[in-house]
């Protein structure tokens, strides 16, 4: 009984370490075909359309909504200390720092990543990667790697994007709602963000990039051949990616701080 | 094994494959000979579609060498490889097109990927291997519009577009009707005797495969059961290849009676 436990436990933990170092062997192969010609540049830019360009109207929505809580929730919290007029800066720190990143990087792998693991999936199923394995083209280099690069390029915009529309968000429901003055909403916000705020933000979008593409192509490279396969896979890549950039999240923030 | 006016292209020794803790392959003997099509038949599921991939090194085995012109691409590194692949193509079970380029693009990938040829170039060697395989005109669609033979034919011309020493099939005609197979396999046929490339194709399709084949090996059991000329196979001694090719052969008699008649063919 208690052997067969250990057993368990043991056989388990050998099971998570090797698909960890599977997944850094994938990540490091991934990297080492990004650097070697010929460069997929039309490739880049189509992926760059599809995690950036469409996930637009997501990350607004989301960012104009978040912004809005924010102002609503600040504003009822800093009044009880008759500091209404710093609602500028809580938002605007609150969204710059932690949530613009964390959240459109949530929002990228409920919509794209999970495309990207369903499409590498379907690849794989259909013996499409294979058909590149055979043609001497490595899927890798081209399937991989442009996504890879794209999402990293892409995800500090798309973060901006969110910061920009969710402060707007505060001072739409601050401002014109709740009757804060437009100036101490600007200025309060002006004094108190750094530029390593900002950079701060840019960083942890730009690492969440390469979590979220990384863990949903992995995951979609090693589907097993079937339809249920594929729906585990998604599945498993979608939870694993959000988890990993929690956690993530704390680590980087706790260094930047 | 009647191979003897013929050196092998690719010879594989003692390979040993398990999958999960399915032993599949056991120990394969096999020689290709140059220039012909050589069929191998076998059980579904019985590891032939896993031995064709050892050929190509998308597989590796746990023992034993794949030679190919004599370099054992088992121990190739992926650099390596990717050259030796170079001389080869396969067209896929369901074809494996690129859902997401067209047929034209699709036939174009190896070309524009592979070769030096300026894009001016590309496009009439693309229209010829459309022709070649019956599908002018159909460059612009997808290949999900696609009906499954047409697919099957748009592979082929993909396989076929960087001239390739060495052509693999995987199931060609699996899916199809009667007639659609036997046409993929006229094309087939036709195009390797057009283009002289040897040809390497996995199929249980018995007996039309004897009529298209100049060697056939059986998988049995993990190993090769028996190879030899397409006319001496048929008339194996070994019983598992007896068995599993006269099945093939004749329709199983829905009653007994009606039987006795059946089996004089």
Redesign the interface.
């Known amino acids: 009984m208690v052997t067969t436990l250990v057993a368990g436990v043991g056989r388990k933990s050998l099971g998570i370490l090797g698909e960890m170092g599977r997944m850094m062997v994938f990540l490091m192969s991934t990297v080492s075909w990004m650097a070697r010609p010929p460069f997929r540049g039309m490739q880049v830019l189509k992926q760059i359309h599809f995690i950036g360009v469409k996930s637009l109207f997501v990350i607004a929505l989301t960012g104009i909504f978040t912004g809005m809580v924010l102002g609503l929730q600040g504003y009822y919290s800093l009044r009880k200390f008759g500091a209404e007029g710093l609602l500028g800066s809580a938002v605007a720190l609150s969204i710059i720092r932690e949530l613009g990143p964390v959240l459109s990087a949530l929002m990228v792998t409920g919509r794209a990543g999970s495309a990207m693991t369903a499409e590498i999936g379907?690849?794989r199923i259909?013996?499409?990667i294979?058909?590149l394995?055979?043609?001497?083209?490595?899927p890798m280099q081209y399937l991989i790697a442009p996504k890879v690069l794209a999402a990293v390029l892409i995800m500090p915009m798309l973060c901006s994007i969110f910061d920009l529309i969710g402060i707007y968000g505060g001072y739409l429901v601050g401002v014109h709602l709740l009757g804060v003055s437009s100036g101490a909403y600007i200025s309060s916000m002006e004094s108190s963000v750094e530029w390593k705020d900002v950079y701060g933000g840019w960083l942890k979008a730009l690492s969440f990039g390469v979590i979220i593409s990384w863990v949903c192509t992995y995951k979609g490279y090693h589907t097993t051949m079937s339809a249920e396969g594929l729906g585990t896979a998604t599945t498993e890549a979608v939870v694993l990616a959000s988890v990993v950039i929690l956690m993530w999240d704390y680590f980087i923030t706790s260094v930047l701080m | 094994m009647g191979t003897e006016h013929t050196t092998p292209v690719i010879r594989l020794v003692g390979v040993e494959k398990t999958l999960g803790a399915q032993p599949v392959l056991k120990g394969v003997h096999l020689e290709i000979p140059r220039g012909k099509l050589t069929t191998i038949i076998g059980k579904s599921g019985g590891g032939k579609s896993v031995l064709l991939k050892h050929m190509i090194g998308l597989l590796r085995p746990d023992c034993g060498q794949v030679l190919v012109d004599g370099i054992d691409i088992a121990r190739l590194s992926a650099h390596e490889l990717n050259e030796v692949r170079k001389k080869f193509a396969m067209l896929f079970q369901g074809a494996a097109l690129f859902d997401s380029l067209t047929v034209f693009e699709n036939v174009a990938f190896p070309l524009r990927e592979k070769s030096r040829l300026a894009s001016a170039e590309v496009e009439p060697k693309v229209l010829e291997m459309l022709e070649a395989v019956g599908l002018t005109g159909m460059g612009h669609k997808f290949p999900a519009e696609l009906s499954g033979g047409m697919r099957k034919r748009a592979g082929l011309a993909r396989a076929l577009v960087m001239g390739p020493e060495i052509i693999l099939f995987d199931e060609p005609t699996t899916g199809l009707d009667p007639l659609l197979a036997r046409t993929i396999h006229d094309l087939i046929l036709e195009t390797q005797r057009r283009f002289g490339f040897t040809a390497i194709m996995v199929s249980h399709e018995i007996p039309e495969i004897f009529g298209l084949s100049d060697y056939v090996a059986m998988l049995l059991d993990g190993v090769i059961a028996e190879m030899a000329t397409a006319e001496a196979f048929q008339r194996t001694g070994h019983p598992g290849v007896r068995e599993f090719i006269h099945v093939g052969r004749m329709p199983e008699p829905l009653f007994s009676a009606v039987g006795s008649g059946a089996q004089g063919r």
């Open positions: 379907i690849m259909t013996e499409q294979d058909a394995d055979t043609m001497a083209v490595s």
